[in-house]
């Protein structure tokens, strides 16, 4: 059984930096594409950020410039670095993977693979 489990997240004020992983368990070969998705109260989720086994690093322009995602696919682990924060990136982090070659990375839909979520708050 694949699971995805979240580390990192908690509060930090505007401008902090957070550090967020994901470790797949229950699958040895490496994840075709890992992304990050967050959400808001009260709003959709939200691509982050993703990148494929091999290359393909694509970011939200929200996350432009602040954030970086990195993989360790001998381990099957996926990172979401996180500095500036702004109040408006709080919400709950979610892992997600996938094992097969999808076209569109921001498509929640597109991955079979999510973590629980880890809770990420900006104070002002």
């Known amino acids: 059984q694949v699971q995805l489990i979240e580390y990192g997240g908690g509060l930090v004020q505007a401008g902090d930096s957070v550090r967020l992983s994901c470790l797949v368990s229950?699958?040895?070969?490496?994840?075709?594409?890992m992304g990050w998705f967050r959400q808001a109260p009260g709003k959709e989720r939200e691509f982050v950020a993703a990148?494929?086994?091999?290359?393909?690093?694509y970011y939200a322009n929200s996350a432009k410039g602040r954030f970086t995602i990195s993989r360790d696919s001998a381990e099957n682990t996926v990172d979401l670095q996180m500095n500036s924060l702004k109040p408006e990136d709080s919400g709950v982090y979610y892992c997600?993977?996938?094992?097969?070659?999808?076209?569109?990375?921001?498509?929640?839909?597109?991955?079979?693979?999510w973590g629980r979520g880890t809770q990420v708050t900006v104070s002002s």
């Open positions: 997600a993977a996938d094992r097969t070659n999808r076209n569109d990375y921001a498509d929640s839909s597109e991955y079979a693979y």
């Open positions: 229950g699958h040895t070969l490496p994840m075709y594409v």
């Open positions: 990148k494929y086994w091999g290359g393909g690093t």
